[in-house]
Protein backbone atom coordinates (compact mmCIF):
# COMPACT_ATOMS: atom_id res chain seq x y z
CA UNK A 1 0.00 0.00 0.00
CA UNK A 2 3.30 2.41 -0.30
CA UNK A 3 2.43 5.28 -2.04
CA UNK A 4 -1.37 5.82 -1.57
CA UNK A 5 -3.57 6.08 1.37
CA UNK A 6 -6.23 3.43 2.86
CA UNK A 7 -8.09 4.18 5.78
CA UNK A 8 -11.28 2.09 7.26
CA UNK A 9 -13.88 3.92 9.84
CA UNK A 10 -15.49 2.24 13.27
CA UNK A 11 -18.75 3.15 14.15
CA UNK A 12 -17.99 3.33 17.83
CA UNK A 13 -19.95 3.77 21.05
CA UNK A 14 -19.98 7.49 21.86
CA UNK A 15 -21.96 7.45 25.33
CA UNK A 16 -25.41 6.12 26.32
CA UNK A 17 -27.50 8.19 24.05
CA UNK A 18 -24.51 9.40 21.71
CA UNK A 19 -23.86 6.07 20.85
CA UNK A 20 -26.84 5.85 18.30
CA UNK A 21 -26.08 9.11 16.71
CA UNK A 22 -22.27 8.02 15.99
CA UNK A 23 -23.51 5.26 14.21
CA UNK A 24 -26.24 7.64 12.17
CA UNK A 25 -23.62 9.91 11.39
CA UNK A 26 -21.10 7.12 10.24
CA UNK A 27 -23.78 5.79 7.78
CA UNK A 28 -24.99 9.57 6.90
CA UNK A 29 -21.19 10.54 5.74
CA UNK A 30 -19.08 8.05 4.88
CA UNK A 31 -21.11 5.87 2.28
CA UNK A 32 -20.41 7.86 -1.00
CA UNK A 33 -22.96 9.34 -2.63
CA UNK A 34 -23.02 7.48 -6.32
CA UNK A 35 -22.90 3.47 -4.77
CA UNK A 36 -26.53 2.11 -5.24
CA UNK A 37 -27.77 -0.55 -2.80
CA UNK A 38 -30.41 -2.38 -4.42
CA UNK A 39 -32.39 -2.79 -1.17
CA UNK A 40 -32.33 0.28 1.21
CA UNK A 41 -32.20 0.48 4.99
CA UNK A 42 -35.50 1.10 7.06
CA UNK A 43 -34.80 4.67 8.59
CA UNK A 44 -35.77 4.03 11.91
CA UNK A 45 -32.59 3.18 13.94
CA UNK A 46 -33.07 0.89 17.01
CA UNK A 47 -31.12 1.14 20.13
CA UNK A 48 -29.22 -1.31 21.75
CA UNK A 49 -29.23 -3.08 25.10
CA UNK A 50 -28.87 -6.34 26.75
CA UNK A 51 -29.75 -9.44 24.66
CA UNK A 52 -29.39 -13.13 24.28
CA UNK A 53 -25.93 -14.50 22.53
CA UNK A 54 -27.37 -16.81 20.04
CA UNK A 55 -30.60 -17.04 17.17
CA UNK A 56 -33.37 -19.25 18.03
CA UNK A 57 -34.04 -21.74 15.04
CA UNK A 58 -37.14 -20.89 12.74
CA UNK A 59 -38.73 -24.21 11.35
CA UNK A 60 -39.58 -22.25 7.70
CA UNK A 61 -38.21 -19.33 6.06
CA UNK A 62 -40.80 -17.34 3.07
CA UNK A 63 -39.34 -17.87 -0.53
CA UNK A 64 -36.85 -14.91 -0.93
CA UNK A 65 -38.69 -12.19 -3.46
CA UNK A 66 -36.85 -9.71 -5.66
CA UNK A 67 -33.34 -10.78 -4.71
CA UNK A 68 -30.64 -9.37 -6.74
CA UNK A 69 -28.35 -11.43 -8.93
CA UNK A 70 -25.11 -12.28 -8.08
CA UNK A 71 -22.71 -10.48 -9.92
CA UNK A 72 -20.53 -11.77 -12.99
CA UNK A 73 -17.27 -12.94 -13.14
CA UNK A 74 -14.22 -13.46 -11.02
CA UNK A 75 -14.25 -11.03 -7.81
CA UNK A 76 -10.69 -9.41 -6.95
CA UNK A 77 -11.31 -10.02 -3.77
CA UNK A 78 -13.68 -11.96 -1.40
CA UNK A 79 -13.63 -10.73 2.40
CA UNK A 80 -15.96 -12.93 4.95
CA UNK A 81 -18.04 -11.85 8.56
CA UNK A 82 -18.48 -14.50 10.37
CA UNK A 83 -20.72 -13.40 12.73
CA UNK A 84 -23.18 -10.10 12.38
CA UNK A 85 -26.66 -9.29 14.16
CA UNK A 86 -29.68 -7.81 13.77
CA UNK A 87 -31.85 -6.91 17.15
CA UNK A 88 -30.40 -10.18 18.27
CA UNK A 89 -32.78 -10.77 21.39
CA UNK A 90 -34.93 -8.54 20.81
CA UNK A 91 -35.57 -4.76 19.85
CA UNK A 92 -32.87 -4.00 22.29
CA UNK A 93 -30.45 -6.81 21.48
CA UNK A 94 -26.95 -7.28 19.98
CA UNK A 95 -26.18 -5.45 16.56
CA UNK A 96 -23.01 -5.08 15.10
CA UNK A 97 -22.62 -2.21 12.89
CA UNK A 98 -19.49 -2.92 10.06
CA UNK A 99 -17.96 -1.12 7.49
CA UNK A 100 -16.22 -1.84 4.39
CA UNK A 101 -13.90 0.17 2.69
CA UNK A 102 -11.59 0.69 -0.17
CA UNK A 103 -8.00 0.15 0.34
CA UNK A 104 -6.96 0.55 -3.32
CA UNK A 105 -6.21 2.86 -6.23
CA UNK A 106 -9.44 1.45 -7.90
CA UNK A 107 -13.34 1.52 -7.40
CA UNK A 108 -14.69 -1.64 -6.43
CA UNK A 109 -18.17 -3.17 -6.88
CA UNK A 110 -19.50 -5.22 -4.05
CA UNK A 111 -21.58 -8.19 -3.77
CA UNK A 112 -23.18 -9.02 0.04
CA UNK A 113 -24.73 -11.92 0.61
CA UNK A 114 -25.76 -13.10 4.26
CA UNK A 115 -26.46 -16.19 5.70
CA UNK A 116 -28.65 -17.28 8.50
CA UNK A 117 -26.60 -18.88 11.63
CA UNK A 118 -29.56 -20.58 12.72
CA UNK A 119 -30.24 -22.68 9.25
CA UNK A 120 -28.01 -21.39 7.26
CA UNK A 121 -30.26 -19.73 4.70
CA UNK A 122 -29.29 -17.32 2.71
CA UNK A 123 -31.52 -14.31 4.08
CA UNK A 124 -30.59 -11.54 1.72
CA UNK A 125 -27.84 -10.04 -0.91
CA UNK A 126 -26.91 -6.71 -1.74
CA UNK A 127 -25.31 -4.74 -4.98
CA UNK A 128 -23.57 -1.74 -3.91
CA UNK A 129 -21.32 -0.02 -7.19
CA UNK A 130 -19.41 2.57 -7.65
CA UNK A 131 -17.58 2.83 -4.46
CA UNK A 132 -14.60 4.94 -4.53
CA UNK A 133 -10.59 4.44 -3.63
CA UNK A 134 -10.44 5.47 0.15
CA UNK A 135 -14.26 5.62 0.56
CA UNK A 136 -16.71 3.19 2.86
CA UNK A 137 -19.94 1.84 2.96
CA UNK A 138 -21.17 1.45 6.45
CA UNK A 139 -24.17 0.17 7.46
CA UNK A 140 -26.43 -0.71 11.29
CA UNK A 141 -27.85 -3.76 10.83
CA UNK A 142 -30.85 -3.02 12.92
CA UNK A 143 -31.71 -0.64 10.59
CA UNK A 144 -32.27 -3.20 7.98
CA UNK A 145 -35.75 -4.23 6.66
CA UNK A 146 -33.70 -7.25 4.53
CA UNK A 147 -32.39 -9.10 7.21
CA UNK A 148 -35.05 -10.48 9.98
CA UNK A 149 -34.70 -9.23 13.13
CA UNK A 150 -33.90 -11.12 16.57
CA UNK A 151 -31.24 -13.32 14.08
CA UNK A 152 -27.58 -13.59 13.73
CA UNK A 153 -25.60 -13.97 10.16
CA UNK A 154 -22.46 -15.14 7.93
CA UNK A 155 -21.82 -12.66 5.10
CA UNK A 156 -20.16 -13.38 2.27
CA UNK A 157 -18.31 -10.24 0.36
CA UNK A 158 -17.35 -10.36 -3.24
CA UNK A 159 -15.71 -7.27 -4.30
CA UNK A 160 -14.62 -6.74 -7.99
CA UNK A 161 -12.28 -4.32 -8.97
CA UNK A 162 -10.37 -3.88 -5.92
CA UNK A 163 -9.20 -5.03 -2.90
CA UNK A 164 -11.54 -4.12 0.60
CA UNK A 165 -11.02 -4.29 4.21
CA UNK A 166 -13.60 -4.46 6.97
CA UNK A 167 -14.65 -3.98 10.64
CA UNK A 168 -17.24 -5.14 12.65
CA UNK A 169 -18.19 -3.50 15.90
CA UNK A 170 -19.93 -5.85 18.33
CA UNK A 171 -21.79 -3.95 20.89
CA UNK A 172 -25.46 -3.92 23.60
CA UNK A 173 -26.18 -2.06 26.51
CA UNK A 174 -26.06 1.87 27.70
CA UNK A 175 -24.37 3.16 30.68
CA UNK A 176 -22.18 0.82 33.10
CA UNK A 177 -23.97 -2.35 31.33
CA UNK A 178 -22.37 -1.05 28.17
CA UNK A 179 -19.79 -3.86 26.11
CA UNK A 180 -18.29 -4.13 23.12
CA UNK A 181 -15.37 -4.93 20.73
CA UNK A 182 -14.70 -5.51 17.48
CA UNK A 183 -12.70 -8.23 15.00
CA UNK A 184 -11.69 -7.75 11.22
CA UNK A 185 -12.89 -9.24 8.65
CA UNK A 186 -10.56 -11.82 6.81
CA UNK A 187 -9.79 -12.84 2.98
CA UNK A 188 -7.72 -15.64 4.11
CA UNK A 189 -7.98 -18.84 5.79
CA UNK A 190 -6.51 -22.00 6.71
CA UNK A 191 -7.62 -25.59 7.39
CA UNK A 192 -6.43 -25.02 10.62
CA UNK A 193 -7.06 -22.36 13.11
CA UNK A 194 -5.55 -21.57 16.77
CA UNK A 195 -7.29 -19.86 19.52
CA UNK A 196 -4.36 -19.72 22.36
CA UNK A 197 -7.08 -18.76 24.89
CA UNK A 198 -10.95 -19.05 25.29
CA UNK A 199 -12.50 -19.63 28.30
CA UNK A 200 -15.70 -21.70 30.11
CA UNK A 201 -16.25 -19.54 33.39
CA UNK A 202 -12.79 -18.58 34.20
CA UNK A 203 -12.88 -15.53 36.22
CA UNK A 204 -16.29 -15.10 35.33
CA UNK A 205 -15.89 -15.25 31.65
CA UNK A 206 -17.06 -17.56 28.93
CA UNK A 207 -16.17 -17.95 24.92
CA UNK A 208 -18.46 -18.31 22.20
CA UNK A 209 -16.63 -19.16 19.20
CA UNK A 210 -18.11 -18.28 15.81
CA UNK A 211 -16.00 -20.08 13.02
CA UNK A 212 -17.00 -19.93 9.44
CA UNK A 213 -16.34 -22.55 6.14
CA UNK A 214 -15.08 -19.84 3.70
CA UNK A 215 -14.48 -23.38 1.41
CA UNK A 216 -16.09 -24.35 -1.69
CA UNK A 217 -18.36 -27.05 -0.07
CA UNK A 218 -19.54 -28.42 3.35
CA UNK A 219 -17.67 -29.47 5.95
CA UNK A 220 -17.19 -30.79 9.28
CA UNK A 221 -15.44 -28.45 11.87
CA UNK A 222 -13.21 -29.97 15.24
CA UNK A 223 -13.01 -27.53 17.66
CA UNK A 224 -10.17 -29.69 20.36
CA UNK A 225 -9.49 -27.72 23.58
CA UNK A 226 -6.57 -28.40 25.84
CA UNK A 227 -6.98 -27.16 29.37
CA UNK A 228 -4.12 -24.95 30.45
CA UNK A 229 -3.93 -26.63 34.15
CA UNK A 230 -3.53 -29.78 32.77
CA UNK A 231 -6.18 -32.75 31.72
CA UNK A 232 -7.80 -34.67 29.09
CA UNK A 233 -8.46 -32.75 25.64
CA UNK A 234 -12.28 -32.21 24.72
CA UNK A 235 -13.51 -32.35 21.10
CA UNK A 236 -16.61 -30.57 19.80
CA UNK A 237 -17.85 -30.70 16.25
CA UNK A 238 -20.13 -29.15 13.90
CA UNK A 239 -20.98 -29.37 10.30
CA UNK A 240 -20.84 -26.22 8.32
CA UNK A 241 -21.84 -25.57 4.68
CA UNK A 242 -20.15 -22.87 2.51
CA UNK A 243 -20.11 -19.19 3.11
CA UNK A 244 -21.97 -20.28 7.03
CA UNK A 245 -20.96 -19.77 10.55
CA UNK A 246 -21.90 -21.80 13.13
CA UNK A 247 -21.41 -20.95 16.78
CA UNK A 248 -19.61 -23.36 19.79
CA UNK A 249 -20.76 -21.73 22.90
CA UNK A 250 -18.19 -23.13 25.87
CA UNK A 251 -20.94 -22.59 28.51
CA UNK A 252 -23.69 -25.09 26.83
CA UNK A 253 -20.93 -27.86 26.43
CA UNK A 254 -21.67 -30.87 28.40
CA UNK A 255 -18.37 -32.32 28.93
CA UNK A 256 -16.59 -29.19 29.65
CA UNK A 257 -15.34 -28.10 32.98
CA UNK A 258 -14.76 -24.52 34.02
CA UNK A 259 -11.49 -23.30 33.35
CA UNK A 260 -9.28 -21.69 30.42
CA UNK A 261 -8.22 -24.09 27.70
CA UNK A 262 -6.05 -23.69 23.94
CA UNK A 263 -7.74 -24.31 21.48
CA UNK A 264 -7.75 -25.60 17.58
CA UNK A 265 -9.99 -25.74 14.68
CA UNK A 266 -9.54 -28.24 12.23
CA UNK A 267 -10.92 -29.38 8.65
CA UNK A 268 -11.20 -29.94 5.30
CA UNK A 269 -11.91 -26.77 3.99
CA UNK A 270 -10.59 -23.27 4.86
CA UNK A 271 -11.89 -21.64 7.98
CA UNK A 272 -11.79 -17.89 9.47
CA UNK A 273 -12.89 -17.79 13.05
CA UNK A 274 -13.69 -15.43 16.15
CA UNK A 275 -13.97 -15.80 19.10
CA UNK A 276 -16.09 -13.61 21.71
CA UNK A 277 -15.64 -14.02 25.02
CA UNK A 278 -17.85 -12.52 27.77
CA UNK A 279 -18.64 -11.24 31.44
CA UNK A 280 -22.03 -10.18 31.30
CA UNK A 281 -24.18 -12.43 33.67
CA UNK A 282 -27.40 -10.62 35.10
CA UNK A 283 -25.78 -10.63 38.46
CA UNK A 284 -22.38 -8.79 36.75
CA UNK A 285 -22.81 -5.38 37.53
CA UNK A 286 -20.21 -4.22 35.08
CA UNK A 287 -20.61 -6.59 31.48
CA UNK A 288 -17.42 -7.09 29.56
CA UNK A 289 -16.56 -8.19 26.19
CA UNK A 290 -12.79 -8.99 24.21
CA UNK A 291 -12.78 -10.26 20.97
CA UNK A 292 -9.90 -11.52 18.33
CA UNK A 293 -9.58 -13.40 15.27
CA UNK A 294 -8.01 -17.30 15.30
CA UNK A 295 -4.50 -17.73 14.42
CA UNK A 296 -4.00 -19.27 11.02
CA UNK A 297 -0.13 -18.99 10.81
CA UNK A 298 2.23 -17.97 12.94
CA UNK A 299 6.06 -17.06 13.38
CA UNK A 300 9.24 -17.47 15.60
CA UNK A 301 8.79 -13.77 16.97
CA UNK A 302 5.70 -11.46 17.37
CA UNK A 303 5.33 -8.25 19.02
CA UNK A 304 3.38 -6.85 21.47
CA UNK A 305 2.88 -2.78 21.87
CA UNK A 306 1.15 -3.02 25.18
CA UNK A 307 0.56 -4.91 28.27
CA UNK A 308 -0.07 -3.73 32.01
CA UNK A 309 0.35 -4.34 35.48
CA UNK A 310 -1.91 -2.90 37.67
CA UNK A 311 -2.49 0.05 36.10
CA UNK A 312 -5.68 2.62 37.23
CA UNK A 313 -7.86 4.17 34.79
CA UNK A 314 -9.91 3.17 31.92
CA UNK A 315 -8.80 0.53 29.69
CA UNK A 316 -5.79 -0.34 31.81
CA UNK A 317 -5.20 -2.99 34.81
CA UNK A 318 -3.44 -6.14 34.19
CA UNK A 319 -2.29 -8.69 31.23
CA UNK A 320 -2.41 -11.79 30.47
CA UNK A 321 0.18 -12.97 27.78
CA UNK A 322 -1.04 -16.69 25.92
CA UNK A 323 1.52 -18.01 23.50
CA UNK A 324 0.60 -20.90 21.72
CA UNK A 325 2.75 -23.43 19.98
CA UNK A 326 1.63 -23.97 16.37
CA UNK A 327 4.13 -26.24 15.55
CA UNK A 328 4.10 -29.84 14.65
CA UNK A 329 6.37 -30.92 17.62
CA UNK A 330 7.39 -29.29 20.80
CA UNK A 331 9.23 -26.19 21.79
CA UNK A 332 10.20 -23.87 24.68
CA UNK A 333 8.96 -19.82 24.28
CA UNK A 334 10.31 -16.51 25.71
CA UNK A 335 8.49 -13.59 26.91
CA UNK A 336 10.75 -10.10 26.63
CA UNK A 337 9.36 -7.00 28.62
CA UNK A 338 10.40 -3.19 28.03
CA UNK A 339 9.38 -0.67 30.20
CA UNK A 340 6.77 1.87 27.80
CA UNK A 341 8.74 4.63 26.71
CA UNK A 342 12.12 2.80 27.46
CA UNK A 343 14.34 0.70 29.90
CA UNK A 344 15.87 -2.77 30.56
CA UNK A 345 14.76 -5.41 29.27
CA UNK A 346 13.56 -8.52 31.45
CA UNK A 347 13.13 -11.79 30.37
CA UNK A 348 11.33 -14.96 31.30
CA UNK A 349 11.88 -18.07 30.16
CA UNK A 350 8.57 -20.65 29.42
CA UNK A 351 7.89 -24.09 29.82
CA UNK A 352 8.43 -26.27 26.27
CA UNK A 353 4.85 -27.05 25.20
CA UNK A 354 3.25 -29.41 23.59
CA UNK A 355 2.01 -28.97 20.03
CA UNK A 356 -1.12 -27.08 20.34
CA UNK A 357 -0.13 -26.30 24.08
CA UNK A 358 -0.78 -22.99 25.43
CA UNK A 359 1.91 -20.64 28.19
CA UNK A 360 -0.37 -17.93 30.31
CA UNK A 361 1.90 -15.73 31.88
CA UNK A 362 -0.12 -12.95 34.62
CA UNK A 363 1.87 -10.13 34.95
CA UNK A 364 0.29 -9.76 38.30
CA UNK A 365 1.95 -12.72 40.08
CA UNK A 366 5.73 -14.30 40.33
CA UNK A 367 7.14 -16.11 37.18
CA UNK A 368 3.68 -14.96 35.62
CA UNK A 369 2.29 -17.99 37.33
CA UNK A 370 -0.71 -17.66 38.89
CA UNK A 371 -0.14 -20.69 41.90
CA UNK A 372 2.36 -18.31 42.84
CA UNK A 373 2.43 -15.54 45.30
CA UNK A 374 1.46 -12.03 44.02
CA UNK A 375 3.87 -9.80 43.28
CA UNK A 376 4.16 -6.59 44.80
CA UNK A 377 4.39 -3.49 43.28
CA UNK A 378 8.34 -3.03 43.11
CA UNK A 379 10.26 -5.22 40.58
CA UNK A 380 12.15 -8.37 41.75
CA UNK A 381 14.12 -11.57 39.81
CA UNK A 382 10.63 -13.27 39.23
CA UNK A 383 8.46 -10.29 39.13
CA UNK A 384 8.17 -7.14 37.26
CA UNK A 385 6.99 -3.47 38.42
CA UNK A 386 3.61 -2.08 38.51
CA UNK A 387 3.14 -0.49 35.05
CA UNK A 388 2.87 -0.28 30.98
CA UNK A 389 5.36 -2.38 29.15
CA UNK A 390 5.80 -3.61 25.56
CA UNK A 391 6.58 -7.43 24.88
CA UNK A 392 8.17 -9.60 22.75
CA UNK A 393 7.59 -13.22 22.57
CA UNK A 394 9.87 -15.96 20.40
CA UNK A 395 11.82 -18.82 20.42
CA UNK A 396 14.65 -20.03 18.51
CA UNK A 397 12.86 -21.71 15.47
CA UNK A 398 9.32 -22.19 16.48
CA UNK A 399 6.05 -21.12 15.29
CA UNK A 400 3.78 -19.24 17.88
CA UNK A 401 0.67 -17.15 18.15
CA UNK A 402 0.23 -14.76 20.89
CA UNK A 403 -2.70 -13.25 22.90
CA UNK A 404 -2.36 -9.68 24.95
CA UNK A 405 -5.69 -9.04 27.06
CA UNK A 406 -5.80 -6.18 29.39
CA UNK A 407 -8.40 -6.85 32.03
CA UNK A 408 -9.35 -3.75 34.83
CA UNK A 409 -12.56 -3.42 37.32
CA UNK A 410 -15.30 -1.86 34.43
CA UNK A 411 -12.98 -2.92 30.75
CA UNK A 412 -11.63 -5.62 28.53
CA UNK A 413 -9.77 -5.67 25.87
CA UNK A 414 -7.37 -8.16 23.57
CA UNK A 415 -5.51 -8.21 20.60
CA UNK A 416 -3.12 -10.05 18.64
CA UNK A 417 0.61 -10.23 18.81
CA UNK A 418 2.03 -8.73 15.57
CA UNK A 419 4.15 -10.74 13.05
CA UNK A 420 4.80 -8.56 9.96
CA UNK A 421 7.35 -6.08 10.81
CA UNK A 422 6.98 -2.94 8.07
CA UNK A 423 5.70 0.61 8.16
CA UNK A 424 2.01 0.31 9.55
CA UNK A 425 -1.36 1.91 8.85
CA UNK A 426 -3.78 2.34 11.72
CA UNK A 427 -7.24 3.39 10.05
CA UNK A 428 -9.60 4.25 12.39
CA UNK A 429 -8.24 7.07 15.26
CA UNK A 430 -10.39 9.33 16.87
CA UNK A 431 -9.94 12.44 18.85
CA UNK A 432 -12.95 13.36 22.08
CA UNK A 433 -15.39 11.69 19.80
CA UNK A 434 -18.63 12.60 21.12
CA UNK A 435 -17.31 15.16 23.78
CA UNK A 436 -14.98 15.59 25.93
CA UNK A 437 -15.37 12.03 27.30
CA UNK A 438 -15.91 10.56 24.13
CA UNK A 439 -13.55 8.18 21.93
CA UNK A 440 -9.89 8.99 22.08
CA UNK A 441 -7.65 6.45 20.31
CA UNK A 442 -4.03 6.70 21.28
CA UNK A 443 -1.49 5.08 18.68
CA UNK A 444 0.74 2.56 20.38
CA UNK A 445 4.11 2.18 18.22
CA UNK A 446 6.54 -0.38 18.87
CA UNK A 447 10.29 -0.18 16.91
CA UNK A 448 11.71 -3.26 16.08
CA UNK A 449 14.72 -1.10 14.42
CA UNK A 450 13.03 2.17 14.07
CA UNK A 451 14.64 5.43 15.62
CA UNK A 452 12.43 8.27 13.80
CA UNK A 453 8.89 8.22 12.98
CA UNK A 454 6.98 9.77 10.44
CA UNK A 455 3.10 9.82 11.05
CA UNK A 456 1.02 11.35 7.72
CA UNK A 457 -3.20 11.89 9.33
CA UNK A 458 -5.38 11.79 7.01
CA UNK A 459 -9.29 13.10 7.63
CA UNK A 460 -11.76 10.43 7.64
CA UNK A 461 -14.60 12.49 6.05
CA UNK A 462 -12.62 13.54 3.12
CA UNK A 463 -9.18 11.79 3.19
CA UNK A 464 -6.81 15.43 3.19
CA UNK A 465 -3.82 15.75 4.54
CA UNK A 466 -4.53 17.32 8.23
CA UNK A 467 -1.25 16.63 9.73
CA UNK A 468 2.20 15.50 9.79
CA UNK A 469 4.26 14.70 13.04
CA UNK A 470 7.67 13.69 13.53
CA UNK A 471 8.78 11.54 16.28
CA UNK A 472 12.08 9.37 17.88
CA UNK A 473 12.03 6.46 19.43
CA UNK A 474 14.39 3.92 21.04
CA UNK A 475 14.94 1.10 18.62
CA UNK A 476 13.26 -2.02 20.65
CA UNK A 477 10.81 -0.16 22.78
CA UNK A 478 7.44 1.35 22.19
CA UNK A 479 5.98 4.78 22.17
CA UNK A 480 2.36 6.47 23.44
CA UNK A 481 0.97 8.48 20.59
CA UNK A 482 -2.13 10.48 21.81
CA UNK A 483 -4.13 12.57 18.98
CA UNK A 484 -4.86 14.50 21.69
CA UNK A 485 -1.71 16.16 22.20
CA UNK A 486 -0.95 17.03 18.11
CA UNK A 487 -1.47 19.91 16.57
CA UNK A 488 -3.61 20.47 13.29
CA UNK A 489 -6.37 17.54 14.82
CA UNK A 490 -9.50 18.67 15.71
CA UNK A 491 -11.88 17.24 18.36
CA UNK A 492 -15.00 15.02 17.58
CA UNK A 493 -12.91 13.89 14.30
CA UNK A 494 -11.65 10.82 12.89
CA UNK A 495 -8.29 10.01 11.09
CA UNK A 496 -6.23 7.52 9.58
CA UNK A 497 -2.75 7.52 10.36
CA UNK A 498 0.26 5.88 7.67
CA UNK A 499 3.39 5.23 10.03
CA UNK A 500 6.22 5.41 8.53
CA UNK A 501 9.87 4.14 10.06
CA UNK A 502 11.71 6.26 7.88
CA UNK A 503 13.25 2.96 6.66
CA UNK A 504 13.12 1.46 10.06
CA UNK A 505 10.82 -1.62 11.05
CA UNK A 506 7.72 -1.23 13.56
CA UNK A 507 4.44 -2.60 14.66
CA UNK A 508 1.36 -0.74 15.67
CA UNK A 509 -1.81 -0.78 17.48
CA UNK A 510 -4.93 1.37 18.69
CA UNK A 511 -6.43 1.71 21.74
CA UNK A 512 -9.45 2.97 21.72
CA UNK A 513 -10.98 4.69 25.21
CA UNK A 514 -13.96 6.40 26.53
CA UNK A 515 -15.04 7.71 29.91
CA UNK A 516 -18.81 7.49 29.80
CA UNK A 517 -19.23 4.22 31.66
CA UNK A 518 -19.47 0.75 30.93
CA UNK A 519 -16.69 -1.08 28.86
CA UNK A 520 -15.63 1.71 27.14
CA UNK A 521 -12.27 0.01 25.79
CA UNK A 522 -11.15 -2.04 22.87
CA UNK A 523 -8.23 -2.71 21.14
CA UNK A 524 -7.29 -3.18 17.73
CA UNK A 525 -4.19 -4.01 15.63
CA UNK A 526 -2.42 -1.79 12.28
CA UNK A 527 -2.45 -3.34 8.90
CA UNK A 528 1.32 -3.56 7.64
CA UNK A 529 1.52 -1.65 4.67
Not at 156 to 166: H, L, M, P, Q, T
Not at 208 to 220: E, F, H, K, L
Request: aromatic share 8%; proline share 7%; charged share 15%.
Amino acid sequence: MSGRRSHRSQVLRAGPLAKLSFALAILGSCAPVDAQRTISPSPTPVATAAASPTATARPSRQPLVGLPAPLAGEPTIVLYLPYLARALGGADGWETPFIIQVADTSSADLELSFYAISDGALVARRIVRGLKPGTSYADQPNRDTDLPADEAFSAVVRSFGAKVVAVVNQQRGAGPRFEADSYVGRFEGAQRLFFPSISRGADGFTSRVIVQNIGSGPTQATLTLLPQDGGAQVTVTRSIQAGRSAIIDLGAEPDLRDGQYAATVNATERLVAVANTHRDAPAIAAPMLYSYNAFFSGANTVYGPYAAKNVPGIGAGSSTITVQNMRSDADRPSLSFTPLGGGPVTRFDGPTLAPGVAWAFDLRFQDGDRSHPACGPTATASCLADGEYSYVAGSTGGQFAALATVIGPTTAASYTALARVADYFVPNVTRRLGGADGWTTPIIVQSVNASRLTLSWYRFADGSLAATQQATMAPGGALRIDPRDVPGLSDGAQYAVVIDGNGGRLVAIVVQLNSLGGDGAAIYEGSAR
